[in-house]
Structures are given as C-alpha cells and as structure tokens.
C-alpha cells in the first residue's frame, strides 16, 4: 500500500523473509523457512492428542470445520495455510488444526492461570512517538517467531508475533501505525466454540484496521457475522494503540463486547476484565507493578522496555517478566512522520536483547526459523556482566533509532534491523554469553548501506 511490490523486493536485509506475492508463494516461502519447526510442532501436537486420548477423526473434522471459517473470512489465508504445510512437508489437516484444537486439548496450549500475560498501552509527550506498548507472551512453551508480511490488495503490511503452526499472530505492528495484542481472560457464561480463535481475530484487524476506532468497528462486524471463539469458556482481552495517540482496551465473550478508548495516560491489560462491574476489583500484582513504574517519571523508549523487564514477585504471584517469558514485543508508533517499529525479544526479555523491525522491510530468517527463540536462554547473571552488554546495546540502539526521522529511507531501516540483529545473535548464540561489547561487529554505515536483492 505504501511502496509498490518491485520497491519492497529491492529492500533486503542477509538472511531475511519478507511474505510477498500471492498467497502461495508466501505460503511456501513459509513453509520452506519453518520446515524444522513445524515438523516438530505437529509431531509434539499429536503426542499431546494421543495423550488425551482423542478419537481418530477429531483433527480432521477441526480442519474440516477451521477451512469452512477461512472460506468465508479469506480465501487467501487458506490458500497460503495449504501451501504452508505443502511445503514443509507436514500434514495439512494437522496442521489446520493446531490454530483450531479439540476442546480436550485446548486448556494445554492456553495459560494455565488467569494471571500469566501483560500488556500495557500509554500516550506520551514524546515528540519522535505518539504512543508506546508492550506485550509479552506467556504460556506452555511453544516455539514463538516473527511473522513479515508484505501489503497486498486490501491487506496491510506487518511485522507480527506468532506461535508455531498458527495461522493467526499474537502480537502486531502494522504499516498505519496500529499495534495490538489478545490475552485469554476470565471464565464467562457467554461463550462459544466457533472456529475464529482471538490469533484469527487478531490477524483480520491486523490486515484491516488503521486505527482504534477502525479496530472497534472491524470487531463488531467480526463478532455479528462470525461469532469469534472464547477457547476453554474465557473472555479474550484486547489492547491496542494507534499513531494518532490512541489507545484502546477492548473485552469481549462470544456475542457482547465492552470497550474504551483513550488519548491520554495509559492502560494495563491482564487476564482480568476491567470494564465489566461484576469482576473481582482485586488488582494483580504485575499491574500494581506497572502503576507504580509509571509514576517514577515520563514514558519513553527506554523505560517501555524496562516495563517489559520487571520481575517483581509477590508469593505465587509473578511480575511483568521472569524466565519463562516466551516473547517481548515493544511498539513505538511514530509521530509527525517518523517511522514506526517493533523491538521483538525472543525468549524472555530478560536474558535476550530486542530487535528492532519495521512493517514491509521483512525479518531476520533466524527470527522467522523458530531457531532465534531456540536458541535464547534463560541463564542467570549472578555477575552483572551480561547486564552491563546489555545496557551498551540498548544504548547503541536507542542512538541508532534516534537518528530516524520522516526522510529516513527504506535502505537505512533495513541496515539498522540487520546490523542490530547481528549484535543480538552475537550476544545470545547458543544461550551461551558471547564476546564483551567491545569486541562485537562494528557499526554499519547506516546511511550507505544498500542492502542485497531479495531471494
């Protein structure tokens, strides 16, 4: 929608995957970059089924029932899933049925409490952005990955979080300047089973929407013509932000939803509903946590990604982040032209440094693989060492971000994404630390960069 389809295939970046074209070659693009990971989802998925004991033709009725529901919703998500699995070489109805699992299997692959996601919206006073946030993804240990999608007629382009084998994402930062993210909530009468799972939800106002309000109006429609899914009998809480300094939470069972939008302070998303009156008015600790990093001073980048990073613990109740943490995703939405871009952590946010990627510009492969999430580690820094790397990055980082401004060319967004992630990669391979900063790659002349045709 922004640049014309020869435009994004001269912008590359080493070892990147940029989802373009028609839905197959994107599908077999896919298919063929993650073919090692899903491989090994859908044989982990079948253990888990033959563990529960499920019948024979459970997985293929979900399929069957998951692509009546793409049918209607898009022909080319459909198109692209089947050339996914065509091309990674795995089964396509266990694969359809991993974004829509049996009943009986789905409490395994959703948090096991109602307290284990957070995600926080906030306008700010900051000139380069207009609003920040945050999600980190929680949860059974799935492979998490990015997800690079070029724009297509009626679709926009995007950097998005994912969970292997969905179909759907988890997290997204959109070429309009929309960010959002889901969280299973708490149990509700008003439930469903219907095939369009929140992932699916998510990625249909991903594609669509170009700001808040525009979110809200996609998922009334969504809601009347589809009926979206409350897997395992629990409410889905949405938080999204938006470019123009708008930032939105949005609660939802199968048929009602509440909603509130915002063009100041800041909201917190948890497991908890907070627009409906008859919730427990308890609030969690990490919430509590978030409140009272707000109030030491003004929102910006660098303090979102300590937000990110706080693993306060009261007793059994856990922080913002701790080791288990799947993924970081930090948007910051430009303002007054400036470019928006996503800061993706895989593994926790707290042994693993941020990536910044930007809509249309495509993503490291090692990030789009699974191997990047694979590969991060969980380590402790009794030290202080590996922390001290960290703040040079992040402080390397910021400065190279700091330098974008409403001239900055499709060249040098991708020469910063690509020399970032060399840093980071050098940092986490193996799970093991990695040289000292001073002896990492040195820094790429940004500005003459011309990153290698795509593949």
């Known amino acids: 929608m922004i640049a014309s389809a020869n435009r994004e295939r001269s912008i590359h970046m080493d070892d990147t995957v940029l989802l373009q074209d028609s839905p197959a070659p994107r599908g077999e693009l896919l298919g063929l970059c993650q073919k090692t990971l899903l491989k090994q989802r859908i044989a982990d998925f079948k253990a888990l089924c033959e563990r529960l004991n499920l019948g024979p033709l459970e997985l293929p009725d979900r399929a069957r029932q998951i692509t009546q529901v793409l049918n209607v919703l898009g022909q080319e998500w459909l198109i692209e899933a089947r050339a996914v699995a065509s091309s990674a070489q795995v089964p396509t109805a266990t694969f359809m049925a991993i974004t829509y699992p049996p009943e009986k299997v789905q409490p395994s692959l959703l948090p096991k409490r109602a307290n284990d996601s957070t995600a926080m919206a906030a306008c700010t006073a900051d000139p380069a952005s207009r609003t920040l946030f ?10 998490h990955h990015v ?26 930062l959109n070429e309009a300047g929309l960010t959002g993210t889901f969280h299973m909530g708490p149990p509700v009468e008003d439930y469903t089973n219907s095939c369009m799972q929140p992932t699916l939800v998510l990625r249909q106002l991903c594609e669509r929407a170009t700001s808040c309000a525009q979110a809200v109006s996609e998922f009334e429609t969504l809601q009347k013509r589809m009926g979206p899914a409350t897997p395992d009998k ?9 470019s123009s300094g708008e ?5 939802a069972s199968a048929t009602r939803f509440k909603h509130q939008r915002l063009s100041a302070g800041f909201l917190v998303a948890t497991n908890r509903f907070q627009l409906t009156t008859n919730q427990t008015a308890i609030e969690p600790f990490r919430q509590r946590c978030l409140n009272e990093h707000v109030k030491l001073g003004a929102l910006s980048t660098p303090r979102m990604l300590q937000a990110a990073r706080i693993d306060k613990k009261s007793g059994s109740e856990k922080g913002v982040c701790d080791a288990e943490t799947r993924a970081s995703f930090v948007a910051v939405l430009g303002a007054s032209g400036h470019p928006s871009y996503a800061l993706v952590t895989l593994g926790s946010p707290l042994y693993n440094l941020p990536v910044p990627l930007f809509p249309r510009m495509g993503a490291p492969k090692g990030m789009v693989d699974g191997s990047a999430f694979q590969q991060s580690f969980r380590v402790a820094d009794p030290s202080g060492e590996r922390e001290l790397r960290r703040a ?18 499709d060249e040098r967004l991708a020469a910063i994404s690509a020399e970032m992630w060399i840093r980071a990669r050098a940092y986490t391979e193996a799970g093991k630390p990695k040289p000292a900063a001073a002896e990492l790659p040195p820094a790429l002349p940004v500005a003459s960069a011309t990153p290698p045709a795509t593949a």
């Not at 945050?134 to 492979?143: L, M």
């Not at 997800?147 to 179909?167: H, M, Q, V």
């Not at 629990?234 to 938006?242: K, S, W």
């Open 234 to 242: 629990r409410g889905v809480c949405y938080l999204f932000a938006d």
């Open 247 to 251: 930032i939105m939470l949005l609660e």
């Open 147 to 172: 997800i690079s999608r070029a724009s297509s007629p009626g679709t926009l382009a995007y950097i998005a979080l994912s969970e292997a084998a969905d179909i759907g994402i988890k997290a997204f």
């Open 134 to 143: 945050f999600e980190n993804c929680d949860g059974p240990d799935i492979v």
């Open 392 to 409: 040079d990055y992040e402080a390397f980082l910021l400065q190279r971000l700091a330098t974008l401004s409403s001239g900055a060319s």
